[in-house]
């Protein structure tokens, strides 16, 4: 079975940053688009980053310039880096995958953020907490 496990989550004051690491297992890395999403209180649940299994990414605009998503393929694990965070970044972060396909692809929709939708496997969170 896919297991995805986050961790590095925590608090935090504004300005501060955050590694999100995500371990995946259970089957082929390489054959998943892989994303970030979030869960603030009160709000549904929204696509943070994305990569695909060409390298490709792309970013909430509430986010671009501030976070990273990268990959260790030989580790099998998922990151966010977060860079000058604020309150609003307050939020239950998620890992989550899908097997590989065109609509997952990054270059298929470039300019829309990930879509929880595409999306087939998920962790249990991580929460990210920060205070002005």
């Known amino acids: 079975a896919q297991v995805l496990v986050e961790s590095g989550g925590g608090s935090v004051q504004s300005g501060g940053a955050l590694r999100l690491s995500c371990t995946i297992s259970g089957y082929t890395y390489r054959r998943y688009c892989l994303a970030w999403f979030r869960q603030g209180p009160g709000k549904e649940r929204e696509g943070v980053a994305q990569?695909?299994?060409?390298?490709?990414?792309k970013y909430a605009d509430s986010v671009k310039g501030r976070f990273t998503i990268s990959q260790d393929t030989a580790k099998n694990t998922l990151f966010l880096d977060m860079h000058d965070l604020g309150p609003e970044d307050t939020a239950m972060y998620y890992c989550?995958?899908?097997?590989?396909?065109?609509?997952?692809?990054?270059?298929?929709?470039?300019?829309?953020?990930?879509?929880?939708?595409?999306?087939?496997?998920w962790g249990q969170g991580t929460q990210v907490t920060v205070s002005s």
């Open positions: 990569i695909d299994s060409t390298g490709s990414t």
């Open positions: 989550a995958a899908t097997l590989v396909s065109e609509i997952c692809m990054v270059r298929a929709r470039p300019n829309d953020p990930p879509s929880r939708f595409d999306f087939d496997y």
